[in-house]
């Protein structure tokens, strides 16, 4: 390749090396003009038999190597071209992780344009309204049912001039307004166009610039309709060097991890994506459908990241696992245990290790825990990272013992980047960690009322076309994030809860329901836990049952259930929940006490809404849907009897 032709050629190659060799380092001078096309070419390059994805092919894994993954992005970039992608122009790219989703999205980067990602779960409706908001000339789905929700959601609002099916028959439609074509035929446009100009795609990158916007990632919505965050290739080149930064073994050694949430989403982007670009990391695609532990097995990740919920039930399993052990073998477990909390507790402690409860938990993690995390795939974990939500210590405890090196990290859509980080080994749990450094250009203070705030290179440029919207989080260069944290005496970051989440009771008294919920979800029987009360007399709860350990506990107890509602409703487990909020109250003060619960007779990932991408919830959808349920946990007898004596008074209401 002629690097005279990219806009890197003048480049110092000192520069060059020290990108690509050096110590990682997150500075804007590092990435200064790289783009990510540049980079696939580069590597396509430098090293075409590097392996850079492993794609299922139903007996295990084949590798996608540089060289053929710049040749599908490649072909792809200009066939859009050629059907009349320009520079500025929105593609929506909607599916599970896979191959077909990373070439199309690089590719769309090539052409100049912008991707906008939808997350394969999303309704009709909310993909209407990303296509009314950003306006696509072209929607790119991974399969059949992901067109058939497009082409409902293109009736609502906006509609691309076309689709695109990565994988499947494009289906028959009688509709002559609409075209569809299969990822394939766009490829082949773009392999054909190429033989007629060899150079064109590289003339394309050379065109490029690191400001150009290259992806609109739409928040979850929880507080409101999504908005679209805007990035750019230096914003998102800085946080592969972050990767870099957070674990260097990837830039040097091949480091497997599993692709198996959406890169439509900032998190999953840049572990499947960015880190790569910038190292060895070799992410495995899952096939749709597939158990996350069968994928484990299969691919033995070095490295993983999952929500506290996944490490929740993992953890779940493994001990039933443990518990269903012959007897010689379970006793063996449960003395290991035992030393292993000895020795994690007293480390999270800040004493001195006892050497002789290291040297018994070091062979119970070689004897008895690798054994026993191969049976979920987790045994060669060098590395696993959580967020989005609160670890209970509980469960963190227990990866700790087992001998996972589990961290967490804080990030939020707007900031691409960890903005906070747990650097150290086997950390302290309860806590997101503390900046990371060296990132020149990055800072992190608390405001007034411990907002947090980020000023950083990393952070996206804005809200697509709502500058009303990005006023409102930018102050003096400042990003407010609406999260509320603190200093622990350790210097760490701990997270309190969302500014708009703060209920004021009837008695004037404010508390933070992230705190109690957090409180409530350590019991390994809770999966979730909603606190209500604002404008009441006191709190209450709503409780989702974790499926799995509930069910072993009332078979263990005697009780027979045949569904997820007989279980939640079982006297024996409303008993039981009633003795692990009780626990949970006697840690808390009087005001966050929870005094009445209902247990939710259905999961809330079946309930159409109520959950993020990353499983947060979203108050509003469950407010609504169990307005009748929380009304019951209230007793309105003496607002009945003031109503009774005042008289109607719907006139006065605003």
């Known amino acids: 390749m002629n690097e005279n032709a990219l806009p890197s050629g003048t480049r110092a190659t000192s520069r060059r090396e020290r990108f690509w060799e050096g110590e990682p380092r997150v500075e804007a001078e590092q990435v200064a003009g790289w783009t990510i096309p540049e980079i696939v070419l580069q590597r396509m390059h430098r090293e075409p038999e590097g392996r850079v994805y492993g794609v299922p092919d139903g007996s295990g894994y084949r590798y996608v190597c540089w060289g053929e993954f710049g040749s599908q992005v490649s072909e792809i970039s200009v066939g859009l071209a050629e059907l009349g992608v320009e520079a500025g122009d ?46 696509p000339r072209v929607f790119v789905a991974h399969r059949a049912e992901h067109l058939d929700r497009a082409l409902k959601a293109a009736e609502e609002g906006h509609r691309p001039d076309l689709f695109i099916l990565i994988t499947g028959d494009v289906p028959a439609t009688d509709n002559d307004t609409v075209t569809i074509l299969s990822l394939a035929a766009v490829r082949e446009t773009g392999k054909v166009a190429l033989t007629r100009e060899p150079a064109r795609f590289e003339a394309m990158v050379a065109a490029l610039r690191d400001g150009d916007p290259i992806r609109i990632v739409y928040t979850s919505g929880t507080t409101g309709n999504p908005k679209g965050a805007v990035y750019s290739h230096k914003n998102w080149m800085l946080v592969g060097e972050q990767w870099v930064l957070r674990f260097p073994a990837i830039r040097h050694e091949e480091i497997k991890t599993v692709a198996f949430l959406s890169p439509s989403h900032v998190s999953p982007a840049m572990l499947i994506q960015i880190a790569p670009l910038v190292s060895k990391l070799v992410p495995h695609f899952v096939v749709p459908g597939e158990g996350l532990t069968d994928v484990f097995k299969s691919v033995r990740p070095h490295l993983i990241g999952m929500t506290p919920r996944f490490f929740q039930k993992l953890a779940v399993q493994l001990v039933l696992a443990q518990e269903n052990l012959p007897h010689p073998l379970r006793s063996l477990h449960r003395l290991a245990m035992r030393i292993g909390r000895s020795f994690i507790h007293a480390k999270w402690r800040g004493e001195t290790a006892n050497r002789l409860d ?4 070091t062979l119970a993690r070689r004897l008895l825990f690798r054994p026993l995390l191969a049976t979920v795939g987790m045994d060669q974990v060098r590395r696993a990272q959580t967020g989005s939500a609160m670890m209970p210590i509980e469960v963190a405890a227990l990866w700790a013992i087992w001998g996972v090196d589990l961290r967490e990290a804080y990030g939020i859509t707007e900031a691409a980047f960890a903005v906070a980080y747990q650097p150290d080994p086997f950390p302290r749990p ?47 260069g400042w990003y407010h994030s609406g999260d509320l944290v ?22 004037g008294k404010t508390v933070n329901p992230a705190e109690i919920e957090n409180a409530l979800k350590v019991s390994a029987y809770i999966s979730e836990a909603i606190v209500i009360g604002a404008g009441e007399k006191f709190l209450t709860a709503l409780v989702e049952i ?17 569904s997820y509602a007989e279980l939640s409703a079982d006297p024996q487990v409303v008993s039981l929940l009633k003795t692990e909020i009780d626990a949970a109250n006697a840690k808390l003060g009087r005001v966050q006490q929870v005094k009445v619960f209902r247990v939710l007779d259905e999961s809330l990932e079946s309930v159409p809404g109520a959950l993020t991408s990353g499983r947060k919830v979203k108050r509003r959808v469950v407010h609504e849907r169990y307005a009748a349920l929380i009304e019951s946990m209230y007793d309105r007898s003496e607002t009945m009897l003031l109503v009774k004596h005042s008289g109607p008074m719907e006139a006065f209401r605003q």
């Open 90 to 135: 929105r593609v929506a790219i909607m599916g599970d992780a896979c191959l077909g989703w990373v070439t199309s999205d690089y590719a769309v980067l090539g052409a100049r344009a912008v991707t906008v990602g939808i997350y394969q779960t999303s309704s009709v409706h909310e993909i209407a309204h990303i296509l009314r908001d950003s306006r």
């Open 358 to 361: 290291l040297a018994l938990l």
């Open 430 to 476: 309860g806590n997101i960690g503390r900046p990371l450094t060296p990132q020149p250009g990055t800072e992190v203070r608390l405001g007034e009322d411990g907002e947090l705030l980020v000023r950083s290179p990393m952070v996206f440029n804005g809200y697509w076309e709502n500058a009303e919207a990005t006023a409102k989080v930018f102050k003096d």
């Open 486 to 507: 603190e200093w622990s005496e350790f210097g760490d970051l701990q997270l309190i809860g969302r500014k708009n989440d703060a209920i004021s009771t009837a008695g």
């Open 546 to 562: 974790e499926y799995e350990s509930v069910a072993a506990w009332a078979r263990n107890n005697g009780s027979s259930f045949d």
